[in-house]
């Protein structure tokens, strides 16, 4: 979540804050990412849904708004068919949001164990990542941050559909084969942090229809071990880091 936006801009003055040039994140342009308490401006805290432990609220204030705002991105038609590229802390709340508004969810994803989950909250097929789904994709949102799947994915888009890059970080794309990837009037789209509006949205959501958030916590000392086993896949869902 933004620790702040100028307000002023034309990105933020058309409800597109995520853009804006003076965007500030708590964590990154200001302290207090792990602290027991902050002051925050008013405008800026939201309720959090009830029914869910500090572990399970963790990753829906940033992983699952992320995917919210992705999900959005994507613009998949009602009822379409969604394909998912990588399975983590946000692709496995993004699926079960789309479930529930009567989306068909594919997932395409390297580890077993993501697959595993991905059938078990639902999702129509889990195949390996490079794998095409088993039918023409209406839209796609990619989580794993490698560029070498955006080639895959828009390719199993069907005519007209999107893609959209949920990730901060992609590695180099490859050359993309116009008739292949593009023509029919596909789309492919970045994703760049979310809005308060989304935020509201997506935790409203959350209250609504209770998610399953499959966590894997550990201590603040052990973050450097967290991020080794994300990784190398060894986390199923999202890794939280407890504070205390």
């Known amino acids: 979540m933004a620790a702040g936006t100028c307000g002023r801009c034309r990105y933020c003055l058309r409800g597109r804050e995520n853009l804006c040039p003076e965007s500030r994140y708590t964590g990154w342009d200001a302290d207090g990412g792990y602290a027991e308490f902050a002051v925050v401006p008013a405008a800026y805290a939201l309720p959090l849904p009830g029914g869910y432990s500090d572990d399970e609220l963790a990753p829906l204030l940033c992983a699952g708004l992320i ?18 590229y990588g399975f983590g802390g946000s692709a496995h709340l993004t699926a079960q949001v789309a479930i529930a508004r009567g989306v068909t969810v594919h997932v395409m994803t390297r580890s077993a164990e993501a697959r595993k989950l991905a059938l078990e909250l639902g999702a129509v097929s889990a195949g390996d990542a490079a794998e095409p789904p088993p039918e023409p994709l209406d839209s796609a949102i990619l989580f794993a ?9 828009l390719g199993a ?13 992609l ?14 009037e596909r789309q492919l789209r970045s994703v760049t942090a979310n809005t308060r509006a989304d935020a ?12 399953s958030v499959s966590t894997v916590p550990y201590a603040l000392d052990q973050a450097d071990q967290a991020l080794a086993d994300l990784a190398a896949d060894r986390v199923n869902g999202a890794a939280v880091l407890r504070a205390t």
Not at 67 to 84: K, W
């Open 67 to 84: 995917g919210y705002h992705a999900l959005a991105r994507a613009e998949v038609p009602e009822g379409g068919r969604l394909g998912i």
């Open 145 to 153: 941050p490698a560029g070498e799947l955006v080639l895959p994915a």
């Open 157 to 169: 888009l069907d005519r007209g559909g999107t893609l959209a890059i949920a990730g901060i970080h």
């Open 171 to 184: 590695s180099d794309v490859p050359p993309l084969n116009y008739q292949q990837h593009l023509f029919q």
């Open 200 to 211: 509201r949205e997506f935790l409203a959501f959350a209250g609504e229809h209770h998610l």
